[in-house]
Protein backbone atom coordinates (compact mmCIF):
# COMPACT_ATOMS: atom_id res chain seq x y z
CA UNK A 1 0.00 0.00 0.00
CA UNK A 2 0.93 3.32 -0.58
CA UNK A 3 1.12 6.94 1.49
CA UNK A 4 1.00 9.83 0.14
CA UNK A 5 0.40 12.20 3.47
CA UNK A 6 2.42 12.33 6.58
CA UNK A 7 1.21 13.68 9.77
CA UNK A 8 4.20 13.85 12.46
CA UNK A 9 3.71 12.75 16.00
CA UNK A 10 7.02 13.52 18.27
CA UNK A 11 9.00 13.11 19.76
CA UNK A 12 10.88 16.62 18.99
CA UNK A 13 11.36 19.02 16.44
CA UNK A 14 14.26 16.83 14.81
CA UNK A 15 11.16 15.16 12.57
CA UNK A 16 10.07 18.75 11.39
CA UNK A 17 13.84 19.60 10.16
CA UNK A 18 13.75 16.39 8.65
CA UNK A 19 10.62 16.67 6.78
CA UNK A 20 11.56 20.45 5.78
CA UNK A 21 14.58 19.41 3.99
CA UNK A 22 12.74 16.38 2.05
CA UNK A 23 10.21 18.97 1.29
CA UNK A 24 7.72 16.71 2.45
CA UNK A 25 6.78 19.39 4.92
CA UNK A 26 3.02 20.68 5.06
CA UNK A 27 1.05 22.81 7.65
CA UNK A 28 2.62 22.57 10.88
CA UNK A 29 0.51 19.61 12.95
CA UNK A 30 -0.56 19.55 16.28
CA UNK A 31 2.48 17.48 17.34
CA UNK A 32 5.39 19.54 15.36
CA UNK A 33 7.89 21.68 17.74
CA UNK A 34 6.70 20.06 21.43
CA UNK A 35 8.00 17.58 22.99
CA UNK A 36 5.78 14.31 23.63
CA UNK A 37 7.78 12.01 25.89
CA UNK A 38 5.87 9.11 24.65
CA UNK A 39 3.08 7.36 22.17
CA UNK A 40 1.04 7.12 25.20
CA UNK A 41 0.97 11.38 25.72
CA UNK A 42 0.21 11.59 22.13
CA UNK A 43 -2.52 9.04 22.07
CA UNK A 44 -3.98 11.03 25.56
CA UNK A 45 -4.31 13.75 23.34
CA UNK A 46 -6.00 12.92 20.47
CA UNK A 47 -8.50 11.10 22.67
CA UNK A 48 -9.22 14.21 24.53
CA UNK A 49 -9.56 16.38 21.31
CA UNK A 50 -11.37 13.59 19.92
CA UNK A 51 -14.47 13.61 22.38
CA UNK A 52 -14.03 16.73 24.80
CA UNK A 53 -10.93 19.29 23.80
CA UNK A 54 -12.30 21.70 26.73
CA UNK A 55 -10.68 19.23 28.82
CA UNK A 56 -7.19 19.83 27.66
CA UNK A 57 -5.07 21.28 29.94
CA UNK A 58 -2.29 24.21 28.27
CA UNK A 59 -0.01 25.76 31.17
CA UNK A 60 2.73 27.92 30.99
CA UNK A 61 5.80 29.12 32.87
CA UNK A 62 8.02 31.98 32.71
CA UNK A 63 10.93 31.50 30.30
CA UNK A 64 12.17 34.83 29.96
CA UNK A 65 15.60 34.25 32.06
CA UNK A 66 16.15 32.01 28.80
CA UNK A 67 15.53 34.62 26.20
CA UNK A 68 12.25 32.28 25.47
CA UNK A 69 8.96 33.70 26.15
CA UNK A 70 7.27 30.46 27.60
CA UNK A 71 7.51 26.85 28.03
CA UNK A 72 4.01 25.68 27.37
CA UNK A 73 2.72 22.24 28.85
CA UNK A 74 0.14 20.15 27.45
CA UNK A 75 -1.65 17.98 30.17
CA UNK A 76 1.42 18.03 32.51
CA UNK A 77 4.73 17.69 31.92
CA UNK A 78 5.14 15.02 29.39
CA UNK A 79 4.45 17.24 26.38
CA UNK A 80 5.61 20.78 26.68
CA UNK A 81 7.49 23.72 23.84
CA UNK A 82 9.66 26.71 24.85
CA UNK A 83 8.86 27.55 21.01
CA UNK A 84 5.60 29.96 21.77
CA UNK A 85 3.84 33.00 23.78
CA UNK A 86 1.25 31.00 25.63
CA UNK A 87 -1.41 33.59 24.76
CA UNK A 88 -1.33 33.23 21.03
CA UNK A 89 -0.91 29.88 21.07
CA UNK A 90 -4.55 28.95 22.54
CA UNK A 91 -5.50 29.67 19.77
CA UNK A 92 -2.38 28.35 16.92
CA UNK A 93 -3.58 24.89 19.14
CA UNK A 94 -7.19 24.58 18.72
CA UNK A 95 -6.47 25.77 14.49
CA UNK A 96 -4.02 22.90 14.84
CA UNK A 97 -6.41 20.29 16.75
CA UNK A 98 -9.30 20.69 14.58
CA UNK A 99 -6.75 20.46 11.12
CA UNK A 100 -5.78 17.05 12.81
CA UNK A 101 -9.21 15.59 12.93
CA UNK A 102 -10.15 17.13 9.72
CA UNK A 103 -7.03 15.60 8.04
CA UNK A 104 -8.31 12.05 9.62
CA UNK A 105 -12.03 12.67 8.97
CA UNK A 106 -11.71 13.46 4.97
CA UNK A 107 -8.53 12.33 3.92
CA UNK A 108 -9.09 10.67 0.28
CA UNK A 109 -6.12 8.58 0.26
CA UNK A 110 -3.50 6.39 2.93
CA UNK A 111 -1.90 8.53 5.78
CA UNK A 112 1.81 7.68 6.99
CA UNK A 113 1.77 8.61 10.73
CA UNK A 114 5.52 9.10 11.84
CA UNK A 115 7.08 9.19 15.16
CA UNK A 116 11.47 9.53 15.78
CA UNK A 117 11.29 7.62 19.26
CA UNK A 118 14.42 8.70 21.68
CA UNK A 119 17.00 7.16 23.65
CA UNK A 120 15.34 4.83 26.29
CA UNK A 121 11.74 5.88 25.25
CA UNK A 122 9.49 2.78 25.83
CA UNK A 123 7.72 1.47 23.25
CA UNK A 124 5.17 -1.54 23.17
CA UNK A 125 2.31 -2.93 21.49
CA UNK A 126 -0.20 -1.82 23.45
CA UNK A 127 1.22 1.77 23.14
CA UNK A 128 0.58 1.21 19.15
CA UNK A 129 -2.64 -0.53 19.32
CA UNK A 130 -4.05 2.19 21.79
CA UNK A 131 -2.39 4.79 19.08
CA UNK A 132 -4.49 2.62 16.70
CA UNK A 133 -7.48 2.78 18.67
CA UNK A 134 -7.57 6.53 18.68
CA UNK A 135 -7.41 6.86 15.13
CA UNK A 136 -9.79 4.60 14.06
CA UNK A 137 -12.43 6.10 16.78
CA UNK A 138 -11.66 9.28 14.36
CA UNK A 139 -12.24 7.45 11.52
CA UNK A 140 -13.06 3.81 11.29
CA UNK A 141 -12.50 3.38 7.45
CA UNK A 142 -9.22 5.16 7.30
CA UNK A 143 -5.85 3.58 5.95
CA UNK A 144 -2.61 4.54 7.30
CA UNK A 145 0.03 2.97 9.24
CA UNK A 146 2.73 3.68 11.96
CA UNK A 147 6.61 4.81 11.52
CA UNK A 148 8.43 4.66 14.39
CA UNK A 149 12.17 5.15 13.76
CA UNK A 150 14.27 4.52 17.21
CA UNK A 151 17.42 6.16 17.87
CA UNK A 152 19.47 3.70 19.58
CA UNK A 153 22.89 3.65 21.01
CA UNK A 154 23.74 0.18 19.91
CA UNK A 155 21.87 -2.51 17.21
CA UNK A 156 21.45 -5.11 19.78
CA UNK A 157 19.08 -2.36 21.55
CA UNK A 158 16.51 -2.22 19.43
CA UNK A 159 13.35 -3.94 20.78
CA UNK A 160 11.34 -4.24 16.88
CA UNK A 161 7.42 -3.91 17.45
CA UNK A 162 5.96 -5.75 14.54
CA UNK A 163 2.10 -5.48 13.93
CA UNK A 164 0.37 -4.90 9.88
CA UNK A 165 0.20 -1.68 10.15
CA UNK A 166 3.55 -0.96 11.79
CA UNK A 167 7.21 -0.37 10.20
CA UNK A 168 10.20 0.05 12.72
CA UNK A 169 13.05 0.55 12.33
CA UNK A 170 16.57 2.29 14.14
CA UNK A 171 19.07 4.93 13.80
CA UNK A 172 22.36 4.30 15.79
CA UNK A 173 24.16 6.95 17.67
CA UNK A 174 27.02 6.95 15.43
CA UNK A 175 24.99 8.39 12.55
CA UNK A 176 23.16 11.13 14.75
CA UNK A 177 24.84 14.30 15.21
CA UNK A 178 23.21 17.66 16.97
CA UNK A 179 22.21 20.40 14.50
CA UNK A 180 20.78 22.33 16.53
CA UNK A 181 20.14 23.17 20.35
CA UNK A 182 19.25 20.00 21.54
CA UNK A 183 18.07 18.31 18.42
CA UNK A 184 19.58 15.37 16.83
CA UNK A 185 19.11 14.67 13.20
CA UNK A 186 20.64 11.75 11.52
CA UNK A 187 21.90 11.01 8.12
CA UNK A 188 19.05 11.90 5.75
CA UNK A 189 20.00 8.76 3.68
CA UNK A 190 18.68 6.58 6.83
CA UNK A 191 15.68 8.54 6.75
CA UNK A 192 14.66 8.30 3.18
CA UNK A 193 15.25 4.38 3.36
CA UNK A 194 12.52 4.38 6.27
CA UNK A 195 9.94 6.20 3.94
CA UNK A 196 10.16 4.73 1.15
CA UNK A 197 10.43 1.15 3.16
CA UNK A 198 7.30 2.23 4.97
CA UNK A 199 5.74 2.73 1.42
CA UNK A 200 5.30 6.84 1.42
CA UNK A 201 5.42 7.46 -2.06
CA UNK A 202 6.71 11.25 -3.51
CA UNK A 203 9.13 12.92 -6.45
CA UNK A 204 10.23 14.90 -3.28
CA UNK A 205 12.37 11.93 -1.79
CA UNK A 206 14.50 11.72 -5.36
CA UNK A 207 17.84 12.76 -5.91
CA UNK A 208 18.82 13.57 -2.13
CA UNK A 209 22.66 12.93 -1.35
CA UNK A 210 23.27 11.20 2.06
CA UNK A 211 24.98 13.88 3.95
CA UNK A 212 23.99 15.02 6.96
CA UNK A 213 21.76 17.69 7.25
CA UNK A 214 22.79 21.60 7.07
CA UNK A 215 20.36 23.25 9.40
CA UNK A 216 21.14 26.86 9.93
CA UNK A 217 19.58 29.72 12.49
CA UNK A 218 16.84 30.93 9.94
CA UNK A 219 15.60 27.27 10.02
CA UNK A 220 13.88 27.75 13.44
CA UNK A 221 11.51 30.60 12.21
CA UNK A 222 9.27 28.42 10.37
CA UNK A 223 7.70 26.68 13.05
CA UNK A 224 4.81 29.02 13.38
Same mark, same amino acid.
Given at each position: ?????? +?? #???????? $?VLK???LRKET?????FVTKSLDDVTNLINMITNDISNVNISKIDMSSFNQIHRIYINGENMFSDHYDYNE? +?? #??ER???? $????IQTHNGNILFVRNLDYN??????????????IHN????LNFKLLLV??????????????????????AKKDIKCVYWFQKTPQINLWLDAFKQAGFVSHSLDDFNNDFLNVNDNDVKFWK
Open positions: MEYNKI +IP #IGYGCGIS $FHLNSLFEWY +IK #IFRAKR $FINDENISSDMVDNFNKSINPNSNVLKKYKFNKITSDNVFHTYI
